[in-house]
């Protein structure tokens, strides 16, 4: 890498980990990564007046179908935005540029399989088929307000179904394509879906995955379902049962399209489930306006669309990432958005290097464990594939500076690094693309339109360089808009903690250069490879199991994945009659998980302990069990603890 660095912040405390970490130099920009219109454009609009006065210049950048008269009402638990106007999130994401004649010809998607074809879909093309799909959906009976599934992997059909949703007001639900028969169920159910779009099966790692076989199965749990749309990803045929439709019949069937309704930007448009701390799923909900007015900003300012550029955003469609930057903020840009199917290392090792070069990639977004995935690969390798790439962005969990080194001098190209949640519905504080320095490991400042502070547990401002609970002081357009029929879990998990504002559950420090750095979760909340997972979902899976007394699941770090969980059981006596026999069960126990939750959920060991370190109130204390994985012994408080002994007994079973 070639810039200069800058080390602004005070000496750090060689005895504290956390003032070497923001110690890292900030980074000011060499002139082959600068982008002097961006830095222009980024000083008029932060020195417009106000959060409210930015989403009105980012309101105006899109196409509505009526006006609106006030920017924003209410406060930061009851926020609106834009009333009175009307908007369609698939008119400004694909009509708008299909009637173009300067863009309908553009690349809107480009896909490949993980097997290898390649498909590719312009905005005039995309355009007829959302409007056809769109129509083939309301003859079978989907409303606007009604929940369609979307149940699949990466496929150009993934969009189409996403945005045949937008154009009628369907409410559409991504379902992770890794999911089992249970994680889909329950979400169907929460949601009450009317209908399900899904691929017959996917590739991953050069296996068939059952996708209609397991939706088969979960549907005799879900009666709101009338309809599933059945799309023949592997081409072998399917045979349909009752209420399924093939994909190619439904698009027939609308042939003569239908146009985009008006819609309130308030409207519900995006229900996301993110299981929190508990283990109840939470029907997150982005509204129409507010979910394309933020994604728009988010594509904007973090990668931005230039001639040329082929984005690839290497990530999963269940992953909000996916939509946000692929799905709708990317194509909202304008952008040339590739697509890929299956594993990153499958059939080789090359594949991330292969699919860059193929597609003439530019730009590519993905999660650190992508990035410590090719580091793993070597440097030899990576040189055999000179890419040009001009930008890799990262986000979904922690970016450690030996990443981020490895990175940029690899490639020659910004790493920005970006956080942001389920519920903030984009990322929103990162330096932005071609316009603001960086440094190893933080996430920059907070883009235009977002405020947060720092605090205490009792509320109060920290000052920089010490940890504390990080909070959104003011609402912006998509910031979640309450929990699937559940508004008072909203107000309460999101706002109850700290009145007046957002906590994010997240432990966060200020810099003394400003910068923000993020520092994990508050809650039992993990990141498996940059899909996001409470632990207390694989808990229910693993005591739901005959001979399995007592269970704790805890997230730890891993070099590759970010993070993995790990398993502590007590087993029933009966099941430790021979090593075998345990065995047998704790294999089974990795096997049920795999098949419930899916492939992401895996646990990486299972620990057989008979105690468990538990507070006077019979509270599992997980911290104790993760700090015996990472650092071999406590490293906090154990007075709470009713039974000390209890530790040595899982300390004994770690070193087993």
């Given amino acids: 890498m070639s810039s200069s660095t800058s080390q602004s912040t005070p000496d750090a405390d060689t005895n504290d980990p956390l003032a070497q970490l923001i110690a890292n130099p900030l980074r000011?920009?060499?002139?082959?990564?600068?982008?002097?219109?961006?830095?222009?454009?980024?000083?008029?609009?932060?020195?417009?007046?106000?959060?409210?006065?930015?989403?009105?210049?980012?309101?105006?950048?899109?196409?509505?179908?009526?006006?609106?008269?006030?920017?924003?009402?209410?406060?930061?638990?009851?926020?609106r935005y834009f009333e009175g106007g009307r908007i369609n999130v698939a008119d400004n994401c694909v009509d708008r540029w299909a009637e173009d004649p300067v863009t309908a010809d553009r690349r809107a998607v480009i896909w490949e399989g993980e097997p290898g074809e390649v498909r590719t879909l312009t905005y005039a093309e995309l355009a007829d088929q959302v409007s056809r799909l769109a129509a083939g959906l309301l003859e079978l009976g989907v409303r606007k307000g009604d929940v369609v599934g979307v149940y699949m992997p990466n496929l150009v059909e993934a969009f189409t179904t996403i945005h045949a949703c937008n154009r009628i007001g369907a409410i559409y639900t991504v379902l992770f394509s890794g999911f089992g028969e249970e994680a889909v169920a329950s979400r169907l159910q929460a949601s009450g879906a009317a209908a399900v779009v899904v691929a017959d099966s996917s590739y991953r790692r050069g296996k068939r995955i059952p996708l209609l076989e397991t939706l088969r199965a979960a549907r005799d749990r879900v009666p709101s379902v009338r309809a599933t749309v059945v799309v023949d990803r592997t081409g072998d045929g399917v045979t349909l049962q009752e209420g399924e439709h093939a994909y190619a019949a439904v698009l027939e069937t609308g042939a003569a399209g239908t146009p985009?309704?008006?819609?309130?930007?308030?409207?519900?448009?995006?229900?996301?489930?993110?299981?929190?701390?508990?283990?109840?799923?939470?029907?997150?909900?982005?509204?129409?306006?507010?979910?394309?007015?933020?994604?728009?900003?988010?594509?904007?300012?973090?990668?931005?669309?230039?001639?040329?550029?082929?984005?690839?955003?290497?990530?999963?469609?269940?992953?909000?990432?996916?939509?946000?930057?692929?799905?709708?903020?990317?194509?909202?840009?304008?952008?040339?958005?590739?697509?890929?199917?299956?594993?990153?290392?499958?059939?080789?090792?090359?594949?991330?290097?292969?699919?860059?070069?193929?597609?003439?990639?530019?730009?590519?977004?993905?999660?650190?464990?992508?990035?410590?995935?090719?580091?793993?690969?070597?440097?030899?390798?990576?040189?055999?594939?000179?890419?040009?790439?001009?930008?890799?962005?990262?986000?979904?969990?922690?970016?450690?500076?030996?990443?981020?080194?490895?990175?940029?001098?690899?490639?020659?190209?910004?790493?920005?690094?970006?956080?942001?949640?389920?519920?903030?519905?984009?990322?929103?504080?990162?330096?932005?693309?071609?316009?603001?320095?960086?440094?190893?490991?933080?996430?920059?400042?907070?883009?235009?339109?977002?405020?947060?502070?720092?605090?205490?547990?009792?509320?109060?401002?920290?000052?920089?360089?010490?940890?504390?609970?990080l909070v959104l002081t003011t609402p912006f357009p998509t910031l979640a808009r309450t929990v699937w029929n559940d508004h008072e879990r909203y107000v309460t998990t999101y706002f109850s903690r700290f009145p007046g504002h957002y906590a994010t559950h997240d432990e966060a420090v200020l810099d003394h250069d400003g910068h923000l750095w993020v520092l994990g979760r508050a809650d039992d909340v993990i990141n498996v490879a940059a899909h996001r997972i409470s632990t207390m979902e694989i808990e229910a899976v693993v005591t739901a199991h005959s001979a399995v007394v007592e269970?704790?699941?805890?997230?730890?770090?891993?070099?590759?994945?970010?993070?993995?969980?790990?398993?502590?059981?007590?087993?029933?006596?009966?099941?430790?009659a021979d090593d075998a026999q345990a065995d047998d069960v704790l294999a089974d126990i990795k096997r049920r998980v795999v098949a419930e939750l899916g492939g992401y959920a895996q646990l990486d060991r299972v620990y057989v302990t008979a105690a468990m370190p538990k507070t006077r109130t019979g509270k599992i204390m997980r911290r104790l069990l993760r700090d015996l994985i990472e650092h071999g012994e406590p490293t906090g408080d154990t007075s709470a603890m009713e039974d000390a002994t209890a530790l040595d007994v899982v300390a004994a079973a770690v070193q087993k």
Avoid at 44 to 62: C, F, I, K, M
Avoid at 300 to 313: A, C, F, I, L, N
Wanted: charged share 20%; aromatic share 10%.
């Fill in 260 to 469: 985009a309704v008006p819609l309130d930007p308030n409207e519900p448009s995006f229900l996301i489930f993110t299981s929190g701390t508990e283990s109840t799923p939470k029907g997150v909900v982005h509204s129409v306006g507010g979910f394309l007015l933020g994604t728009w900003a988010n594509a904007h300012w973090q990668v931005g669309h230039e001639d040329d550029d082929v984005y690839w955003v290497a990530a999963d469609v269940g992953w909000l990432t996916f939509p946000i930057q692929a799905v709708v903020g990317g194509l909202a840009c304008g952008m040339t958005i590739a697509c890929f199917e299956g594993a990153l290392d499958t059939p080789t090792t090359a594949r991330f290097y292969e699919i860059c070069e193929r597609h003439r990639v530019t730009k590519v977004l993905a999660a650190p464990t992508v990035a410590r995935m090719l580091r793993k690969f070597g440097d030899d390798l990576a040189a055999a594939h000179p890419l040009g790439l001009k930008l890799i962005t990262m986000q979904g969990e922690p970016l450690d500076a030996d990443t981020f080194e490895w990175t940029t001098s690899t490639f020659d190209a910004p790493v920005v690094n970006a956080y942001g949640q389920t519920e903030t519905g984009s990322t929103w504080t990162y330096p932005v693309y071609g316009a603001e320095a960086l440094k190893a490991g933080s996430v920059g400042t907070p883009v235009p339109g977002h405020e947060y502070a720092i605090v205490d547990d009792d509320g109060e401002p920290v000052p920089p360089g010490v940890k504390g609970n």
């Fill in 28 to 79: 000011p920009l060499p002139p082959h990564w600068t982008r002097p219109g961006r830095v222009a454009e980024l000083e008029h609009v932060r020195s417009l007046s106000g959060a409210d006065e930015y989403w009105e210049w980012v309101a105006n950048q899109q196409r509505w179908m009526q006006p609106w008269h006030t920017v924003r009402s209410g406060g930061i638990s009851d926020f």
């Fill in 551 to 576: 269970a704790a699941v805890v997230g730890v770090p891993h070099d590759t994945k970010g993070t993995v969980p790990i398993a502590f059981v007590t087993l029933a006596h009966d099941a430790l």
